[in-house]
T-cell receptor, first 112, second 113 residues
Framework: AQSVTQPDIHITVSEGASLELRCNYS??????LFWYVQSPGQGLQLLLK??????LVQGIKGFEAEFKRSQSSFNLRKPSVHWSDAAEYFC??????????FGQGTRLTINP | NAGVTQTPKFRILKIGQSMTLQCAQD?????MYWYRQDPGMGLKLIYY???????DKGEVPNGYNVSRSTTEDFPLRLELAAPSQTSVYFC????????????FGPGTRLTVT
């Protein structure tokens, strides 16, 4: 069965610093991979997705993610974070049909 | 284009009461989903639907029921509410094309006391 692991429950970075959030997945075939962001009290917003082609994917709000098949990873990056990036981030993998399996999330705190 | 809408935003129920959480989408998506989100637990799939008249159980269906009479609407019914159903509930929809990315509603925060 598919699974997603986000090893970091909580990360704190300073405003202007770079960010990398880790995501590892378990899936037998080429996965559909997603990153979502959830601001406090809000629903989930799609940041970016990967399903084929270039392994470096650009998303909204200046985020990017890189699919590395050999490492079963899909890490999310941003070169310089802003205070408004404070939120919870979820990685998800498609199950080959119509469902997604989500990781437990990483809470991002930004220090001024 | 409102996307996915959910009502109510907040609700407090007494143990044993019933209620229906409403979800609607205007994107003509065939696939719809209900999740619950508990602190530190990510999202758990309750039920999903691949089209009008077709529903199936997800990971945590006990205590819930759904129906899908139209493409637009996918209500979630809680019968005999229990404290364990205190959670935030999200509805989502996705198009019928890969990679089936899901679009989420704003959520309903439910407390059962």
């Amino acid at each position: 069965a598919q699974s997603v692991t986000q090893p970091d429950i909580h990360i704190t970075v300073s405003e202007g610093a770079s960010l990398e959030l880790r995501c590892n997945y378990s899936y037998g075939a080429t996965p559909y991979l997603f990153w979502y962001v959830q601001s406090p009290g809000q629903g989930l917003q799609l940041l970016l997705k990967y399903f084929s082609g270039d392994t470096l994917v650009q998303g909204i709000k200046g985020f990017e993610a890189e699919f590395k098949r050999s490492q079963s990873s899909f890490n999310l990056r941003k070169p310089s974070v802003h205070w408004s990036d404070a939120a919870e981030y979820f990685c998800a993998v498609g199950d080959g049909a119509q469902k997604l399996v989500f990781g437990q999330g990483t809470r991002l705190t930004i220090n001024p | 284009n409102a996307g996915v809408t959910q009502t109510p935003k907040f609700r407090i129920l007494k143990i044993g009461q019933s209620m229906t959480l409403q979800c609607a989408q205007d994107m003509n998506h065939n696939y719809m989903y209900w999740y619950r989100q508990d602190p530190g637990m990510g999202l758990k799939l309750i039920y999903y639907s691949v089209g009008a008249g077709i529903t199936d159980k997800g990971e945590v269906p006990n205590g819930y029921n759904v129906s899908r009479s139209t493409t637009e609407d996918f209500p979630l019914r809680l019968e005999l509410a229990a404290p364990s159903q205190t959670s935030v509930y999200f509805c989502a929809s996705s198009p019928t094309r890969i990679p089936y990315e899901q679009y989420f509603g704003p959520g309903t925060r439910l407390t059962v006391t």
